[in-house]
C-alpha cells in the first residue's frame, strides 16, 4: 500500500524547496522575483532556500541571474533507477523487443500511485511525444499503467481510485470508475492492456506488467506507435504476443536467476 500524499507534520521549509525544484523544472531560467510572484512566501524566504540550493549544486545560476536545476539531480535520478530490481534486465527485453517490432517500447516502475518512465527504445519508430524518462503519469492513462492497476490487490486499487482523480489527457481518456473497472478485469482475463488514443491523440500502445514472485505489479513494458499502423492483427495479436514472450523471459531471469 502506498503511503499517503501528506502527512501530519510537515516540514515547511523542506516543502518550499521542493516546491521551486518543481517550478524550475517546469519552467527553467526563472529569477528570484519571478519565484516570489509564484509563490505566497516571503522574498527572503525564497532567497535563502535558492542560495542552500545552489550552494549544494540542486541549482545553478544563469549567467543573467535566473535559476535552472543542476545536473547533480541527473545523478540522484541515475542511482534510483539503479536500485529497480528489474531494470537491468527488463532493459535488455526492452531493447530487443524495439528492434523486433520497429516500435517505441516503453519500461515503467510502479511508485505509489503513479508510473515512473525508466528506459525507452525506439526501434524504427522517430515518432517523439511529451513522455520523458523520469516522468511520472497516472496509471489510468497508459496501458502500462492500466496492465498495474489490474493486477493490484483490491484494497490497493480501492485506495487509490478512491485518492486520485481520473483525470482527462485525451478525449479517450477513461474517466469513469465503473468503466475502468470493467476494464481491468478484462485486462486480468487476457494479461495485458491496450491504450487507444488515451494518452496521445493518434497513438496507440499495448502494456503488460513486471509482476515480483508474489504475482505484485512492479511495473510494466509497453509498445506504441501511431494509430495508422499501430492496429487490427499487429496491436491485437502479433505485439501482445512478442509482449509476454519477452515478459516471460523477465520473470524467469528474476526469479531464478540469469544462470539458474
Do not use: C
Not at 529497480?84 to 510502479?110: C, H, N, P, S
Amino acid at each position: 500500500m502506498s503511503p499517503p500524499d501528506s502527512v501530519n507534520r510537515p516540514v515547511k521549509t523542506t516543502e518550499y524547496s521542493i516546491r521551486i525544484l518543481e517550478a524550475l523544472k517546469s519552467n527553467p531560467g526563472q529569477s528570484l522575483a519571478d519565484l516570489t510572484e509564484e509563490f505566497d512566501i516571503a522574498r527572503s524566504t525564497i532567497h535563502r532556500h535558492l542560495l542552500t540550493l545552489e550552494a549544494n549544486d540542486l541549482i545553478v545560476r544563469d549567467e543573467d541571474g535566473t535559476f535552472s536545476l543542476g545536473l547533480r539531480l541527473l545523478d540522484f535520478g541515475r542511482r534510483a533507477r539503479e536500485y529497480v530490481e528489474f531494470y537491468d534486465v527488463a532493459r535488455q527485453q526492452v531493447d530487443r523487443l524495439a528492434e523486433m517490432t520497429g516500435e517505441k517500447v516503453w519500461l515503467i516502475a510502479k511508485e505509489g500511485d503513479h508510473s515512473v518512465h525508466l528506459y525507452k527504445a525506439h526501434g524504427d519508430n522517430p515518432l517523439e511525444t511529451s513522455a520523458q524518462v523520469g516522468q511520472r503519469r497516472n496509471l489510468h492513462q497508459l496501458a502500462a499503467g492500466k496492465s498495474i492497476l489490474a493486477f493490484l490487490p483490491d484494497d490497493e486499487l480501492d485506495a487509490i481510485l478512491e485518492r486520485r482523480e481520473l483525470e482527462e489527457r485525451t478525449d479517450s481518456t477513461i474517466t469513469s470508475e465503473a468503466v475502468l473497472r470493467e476494464e481491468l478485469a478484462d485486462i486480468r482475463d487476457r494479461g495485458y492492456a491496450f491504450n487507444i488514443g488515451e494518452s496521445v491523440t493518434g497513438l496507440n500502445a499495448v502494456g503488460a506488467p513486471i509482476r515480483d514472485e508474489d504475482g505484485y505489479p512492479v511495473g510494466a513494458i509497453s509498445i506504441s506507435g501511431p494509430a495508422h499502423r499501430v492496429k487490427d492483427s499487429l496491436l491485437n495479436e502479433e505485439l501482445p504476443d512478442k509482449l509476454l514472450a519477452a515478459l516471460d523471459e523477465i520473470h524467469i531471469s528474476l526469479r531464478y536467476g540469469m544462470n539458474g
